[in-house]
C-alpha cells in the first residue's frame, strides 16, 4: 500500500465500510475502527454480537435507545471521562510498537478531527467519502450528533465519491493507488 494509514470519513451511511473492504482485498492491509471499544462494551452491555450491532444501528437495544444512539452517548461519556483522544490512544496502543506501525491499515470510521489528524501525522491519507443520495435513516439525535459534523479537509486529503452503482470505487482506488481492483 502506497499509505500506511488510510483512513475513511464520511456521514452514516455514505459507504466507508464497503470502501475500507474494497481497499483491503488484494492488500497487506488490516481494518480497524476507532469505535472498537465502543462496539465492545455496548456488546458486552446488551449481550449482542458486534456484528449484530453493526448491521442494526437503528435497531432498539435499551431504555429507548437505538444501537446508533447508545454507541453515541458511550462515545461521549468515555471522551468526558478518558479525554477527548480516549479512542487515538487506544488505537495508537493496538497498532503501534516502539512508534513504528505493526501493519498497514485502514481505519474505516474517522469521524473526529483529531482522528484525522493522527492518520496524517502517521503518513496516511484521509479519503472523505460523500454521495449526493441522502442516506440520513433512523433517530434524528444520531444523524445530528458531534461524530456526523465531519472533518476539516486538509490539503493531502482525498474526495471519493459514491454514486452507489456497481463499481463506483473502483476506478477512484486505481487512480489513487495505482492498482487493479475488481
Not at 444523524?143 to 476506478?171: K, L, M, W, Y
Request: hydrophobic share 40%.
Amino acid at each position: 500500500m502506497e499509505y500506511p494509514i488510510i483512513g475513511i470519513t464520511g456521514k452514516r451511511g455514505v459507504g466507508k465500510s464497503f470502501l475500507a473492504a474494497m481497499l483491503e482485498c488484494g492488500s497487506h492491509a488490516v481494518i480497524r475502527s476507532f469505535a472498537t471499544p465502543i462496539y465492545q462494551s455496548l456488546s458486552i452491555l446488551t449481550g449482542k454480537p458486534v456484528q449484530w450491532l453493526k448491521m442494526n444501528k437503528n435497531a432498539p437495544v435499551f431504555a429507548g435507545l437505538t444501537v446508533g444512539r447508545a454507541l453515541q452517548k458511550l462515545s461521549d461519556d468515555f471522551k468526558a471521562t478518558l479525554g477527548d483522544d480516549v479512542f487515538v490512544r487506544v488505537m495508537e496502543r493496538e497498532t503501534m510498537m516502539n512508534g513504528h506501525l505493526v501493519t498497514d491499515i485502514i481505519i474505516d470510521d474517522v469521524r473526529y478531527n483529531q482522528e484525522a489528524e493522527w492518520v496524517r501525522d502517521n503518513g496516511g491519507v484521509v479519503i472523505h467519502v460523500s454521495t449526493r443520495f441522502d442516506t440520513t435513516t433512523g433517530d434524528s439525535r444520531c444523524i445530528n450528533h458531534n461524530s456526523e459534523r465531519g472533518v476539516d479537509v486538509h490539503v493531502s486529503d482525498v474526495a471519493f465519491e459514491n454514486t452507489f452503482q456497481p463499481g463506483c470505487f473502483v476506478e477512484q482506488i486505481n487512480y489513487l493507488f495505482g492498482r487493479q481492483v475488481t
